[in-house]
Each structure stands twice: as C-alpha cells, then as structure tokens.
C-alpha cells in the first residue's frame, strides 16, 4: 500500500499513459482538468470540524496547540489519524497543528459507493478526477485558502510526504517549511528498488504465501469496478496485519494508537491515486522548483529503505536528512521525544 509494484503499475499505467489520465506536474496550479475552482466555496454554515472544499466534498479534521498554523497531511494512504500524534506534544504551545482526513476515507466525504458502469475506462475516468492526486492536491491548496495563509507549513507522513511533495512542487511559493516522514519512493516510475514485494522479505516464513495471495487479490483490477466502497476498505485494511507483522521482526510493534479498521481506512481512493499515476515518470527534477527548507525524517528500523528518504533529501535545493533512533515507520509514536526535538529544532530554526 505505501509503495506498489512494477507489474502492477504497469498494468494501470499502460491505460492510465493512453488516455491521458495519468498525474503531471503543473496541472492542478492551472486548474487544469479539475472538478472544480482552487477557491473554495464559502465555509458559512459548515459543520463544526469540517472544511467544505467543494460543494458535496466535506474534509473533516480536528487540531491541536496554539500559535503558528501547520498542517498534517497523513499516509496510507487512506490511514487517517484519530488523535493528535505524541511526538508533537512538546510543540502544541508554539504551533497549532491541524490533522484532516483527506477526500474519500475516515469521516470525511466518500464520494464513490460502487459502480453500475462497466464501462473500465469511464469508471477510471470518473475515479481519477474525484478522488485521484490532483484532487488531493487541490484540497491542500482550498485549505491554506480556507485558513488565509499567505505560505504554509506543512508535514507529511509516508505516502502524505509524497502528496505533500507535488504541492510543494505544484505551489513553490505557498510554502514556507515542509518536513516529509519516510516518504514514499514513488518520485519516479518504474520503481528501481523497493514496491509492495519487497514487504515478503521481512515476514515470517508461514505468512508469506499469505501474503502473496493478498497481493494478487490486492491488485486484481479487472475485477476492481464490481467492488464497494467497504469491500475495499476491508482489503485495505488486511495490508496493516502484514506491515505489522513485518515491523515485529526489526522489534517494533506497530503502534497503539494507529487506526487502522475497514471503519477508517479509505477504499476507492487509495486506488484511485494509485490509478493516477502514469505508466513513465521521472518526478525527481521537479523538487529543484521547491526552495523552501525541507526536513526528511526517516526512522532506523523502518522497513522501507532509508535510501528513498535520503534521495528526496538530496534532491531539495534546501534539503536534510535526519533519522530517528529506535523507530521504524511511525517515529511520531515510536520514538516521541527523540522524533519532537528535531522538529522543533528545524521548525523554530531562524524564528
């Protein structure tokens, strides 16, 4: 789920490339192909703890602290959080951070149940456009709107670090500091090292033909339109139990207060940015446009490879990579003390 396969994607991509369905950089800046305007409509009315970025999309989100505006852009992706993360505790006096559940899973808008097309390509089409990576990438932009901020600061987590990387590549100048955790290593395609399988390598010797039987199950596309919204969401959710069972073997549990029931986790929209994605791109250049500084915080247990993390460092023109000890893939609440003293280090830094 946080990092997909080459046989995979070149299956979608193959149909995504052909008609022009595929993600470039750019577009959402433009308004190009997008359901609506980048203005948000007016938030009079609103229910308390929602933004409404579009007149039938409703993201719900809750924050915590006092001060300077920050914004959570979570993984999964369609894993929203419940609570505010531990390793922010320390931080809540200086900064107020806000945590949202993006289109399409935990309590804001789904806006797809299931298809009575069989039409493949219009269904994807459809999929794309409402809840695919532009789409997401359109709603960080209404919600610094929303919030009337002239630049952001934004933090993003896993598969959220690499959405929160094309908004800083599609909006360069909205953004004052961004600190991406463990990001996912889809900046170009195909993936080179890594993707889902590399997952097999970490678990038990009994679990793995299991697993393998959930990837083809997982990734079985031509059967995709005669699913729910909820019998995607439980497929979603079978993933957490081999993540899990893969981080016990570097000696970390996966921890408490992640949420990760079919209740929660999204269905449609994981593939959907799955599906937005081309057969052939190389996104790597495209973070030269972002001059803002970038902190890149990789955990030291993490199953996926560190080597991701650094190159997204690398690649920044004002980039740094910083590794959190006894941590995997959710330092915040792994390792909280460690994980909050360099964020404040580099959020505080020239304040």
């Known amino acids: 789920m946080i990092i997909f396969s080459f046989a995979f994607i070149f299956i979608i991509g193959m149909l995504a490339f052909s008609n022009g369905f595929s993600y470039k950089p750019g577009e959402v800046s433009k ?28 993201l719900y989100y809750f924050s915590a602290g006092k ?9 999964g992706p369609g894993l929203p959080p419940s609570k505010p993360w531990k390793g922010l505790e320390e931080l809540k006096g ?56 002239d630049k952001v600061i934004i933090i993003g987590h896993s598969y959220g670090g690499f959405l929160a ?46 697993y393998e039987n959930f990837l083809s199950r997982y990734f079985n596309y031509g059967n995709i339109f005669l699913k729910s919204e909820k019998e995607l969401a439980e497929l979603n959710s079978e993933f957490v139990k081999f993540f899990g069972a893969a981080l016990k073997t570097k ?26 994605l081309g057969l052939k791109y190389d996104l790597r250049n495209e973070l030269k446009k972002v001059d803002a500084p970038v902190l890149v915080v990789h955990g030291e247990k993490d199953v996926m490879l560190p080597s991701v993390s650094k190159e997204y460092a690398d690649l920044f023109v004002n980039g740094e990579f910083k590794a959190v000890s006894k941590a995997s893939h959710f330092p915040f609440s792994e390792n909280p003390e460690e994980f909050d003293g360099i964020i404040s280090d580099f959020l505080k830094k020239d304040r």
């Open 251 to 276: 000696g970390i549990e996966l921890p408490e207060d992640s949420e990760t029931d079919a209740e929660n986790i999204g269905g449609w929209m994981v593939h959907a940015m799955y599906l937005s």
């Open 67 to 75: 001060g300077i505006p920050v914004l959570i852009i979570h993984g």
């Open 31 to 58: 308004e190009k192909g997008l359901r609506s305007p980048l203005s948000p409509p007016s938030q009079e009315g609103v229910k308390p703890n929602f933004w409404k970025v579009e007149e039938d999309i409703f």
């Open 165 to 210: 990387t094309l908004y800083a590549v599609e909006f360069p100048e909205h953004v004052e500091k961004m600190v991406v955790i463990t990001p996912a290593g889809v900046l170009k395609m195909p993936v080179e090292e890594g993707g889902i399988d590399q997952l097999k390598d970490y678990l038990p010797e009994d679990m793995k033909s299991e």
């Open 94 to 149: 200086s900064f107020k951070f806000y945590f949202y559940h993006q289109r399409g899973c935990g309590k804001s808008t789904r806006p797809v149940d299931r298809f009575e097309s069989k039409n493949f390509l219009q269904n994807f089409a459809y999929l794309d456009n409402v809840l695919g990576i532009s789409a997401q990438l359109a709603d960080i932009e209404r919600i610094r709107r929303i919030l009337k901020l």
